[in-house]
């Protein structure tokens, strides 16, 4: 994971942990009936919103710096010559394959005996 793609991923997860931990002191606070309990929703509130955009910052980063460092979806000239090669070697195993077979297959047919 690039550099830039992975603050961005550090980011995130630290808004994310901060509003859940935000959410649940809110929950608390409301089950406890302390006068804590509004204010923490409404920075619930605030931070879920920030913990969106950090998610999204993630996305974001990462697809800009694919664009800007080119991640070539075609396969390289090698990786294609090298694909080719196998194919071309499979090709003729399978070649050589059969006419051993054909070779075994005409041998055994035309003897009458084995003396």
């Known amino acids: 994971m690039p550099d830039p793609v992975r603050t961005a991923a550090v980011r995130a997860v630290l808004l ?3 509003t859940l931990l935000q959410a649940m002191v809110a929950f608390l ?3 406890a009936g302390s006068w804590l309990a509004f204010p923490m929703v409404l ?3 605030a931070s879920t919103v920030v913990a969106t955009w950090g998610v999204l910052d ?3 980063t990462r697809q800009v710096w ?3 460092n080119g991640v070539v979806s075609a396969p390289s000239s090698t990786a ?6 196998r194919r071309r070697a499979r ?4 070649a050589a394959e059969r ?3 054909r070779i075994r297959r005409r041998g055994s047919a035309g003897q009458l005996s084995h003396s």
């Open 43 to 45: 920075s619930s509130i």
């Open 66 to 68: 694919n664009q800007r």
């Open 99 to 101: 006419g051993q077979a």
């Open 58 to 60: 993630v996305w974001v």
């Open 80 to 85: 294609r010559a090298l694909r080719r090669e």
């Open 16 to 18: 994310v942990a901060v």
């Open 91 to 94: 090709r003729q195993a399978r």
């Open 29 to 31: 606070c409301t089950m």
